[in-house]
């Protein structure tokens, strides 16, 4: 099977997750579908704590099928998850048969079935669009870190992909789940928009000359603003073409 004919039997197993406030977007990523539930990042879901309100609300969709819940209510549909660092994922069962109908379900398999070299599939909805996105990558690399075992990619992996499945071509199976995105970039971004952040706290305390009812410190202090938020942008989009995503194993033993 060629991997266009492989892309259009599985797409229907792919999820779109996205996280609303009052109508606007505040975080989004992928997940998919296995044995009738829905398998994504444990972090997509707890970001981290007091990031979403309980009225935030959270939106699956996947083909032309969405089903919608209160973040309050996240809780009634976990059936496990792990939150450590790299194995990081969660399985939500949602009651509602039509979500589900006529879905593809993936199998799972693990690190063992595919080897450093060959080639794999990721899908997932990257960037916050609304189109799902596929493209070809290779295990770069394979390794026990934390006592999970990862794959690195030779790969674009980006925002969003976060909780997309790594699919096995030659099976269809999902074998790892797209993890963190990390770039020697990382660090550097977080250095300097913590310094655009202290600047701006900084500056707003300063008094002096006014012009448009604001004074320079407030005036540099938005400049300095803007410049967190360019680089936080710039942060999100920057790209190695380097992904990582951790092996099923731990999770396959738990759901089967």
């Known amino acids: 099977m060629s991997v266009p004919e492989i892309i259009t039997e599985v797409s229907s197993g792919i999820v779109s ?5 009052a109508g606007s977007k505040i975080a989004s990523g ?4 296995a044995k009738d539930m829905v398998i994504s990042n444990n972090h997509i879901f707890h970001p981290g704590e007091g990031s979403f309100a309980p009225d935030v609300i959270v939106k699956l969709k996947v083909d032309n099928s969405e089903f919608t819940f209160k973040y309050s209510d996240l809780a009634s549909y976990v059936v496990c998850g792990s939150p450590q660092e790299h194995d990081d994922y969660i399985v939500l069962d949602i009651r509602d048969n039509n979500f589900f109908k006529s879905k593809y379900q993936f199998e799972l398999g693990t690190h063992k079935d595919i080897r450093t070299g060959e080639q794999v599939l990721i899908m997932g909805y990257p960037f916050e669009q609304e189109q799902l996105t596929s493209h070809i990558g290779y295990i770069s690399a394979q390794y026990l870190e934390g006592g999970v075992n990862i794959m690195q990619l030779d ?3 980006n925002n969003g992909n976060s909780g ?3 699919i096995d071509l030659r099976t269809k199976n999902v074998v790892g ?3 963190r995105k990390a770039t020697g970039l990382v660090k550097q971004f977080d250095d300097l928009m913590d310094t655009f ?3 701006a706290e ?3 305390k300063l008094e002096g000359i006014a012009w448009g009812g604001l004074t320079i410190g407030k005036i540099l202090a938005t400049s300095q603003q803007q410049m ?3 680089a936080k942008n710039i942060k999100r989009s920057a790209n190695v073409g380097i992904g990582y995503a951790f092996s099923c194993d731990k999770l396959k033993l738990e759901i089967e």
Not at 17 to 21: S, V
Not at 30 to 33: G, I, Q, R, T, W
């Open 228 to 230: 967190n938020e360019i």
């Open 155 to 157: 790969a674009s992996v």
């Open 202 to 204: 900084i500056l707003q």
């Open 30 to 33: 992928s997940a998919f579908l």
């Open 177 to 179: 789940i797209i993890t």
């Open 164 to 166: 997309g499945p790594l």
């Open 197 to 199: 952040d202290k600047n």
């Open 17 to 21: 997750i996205t996280f609303l406030k």
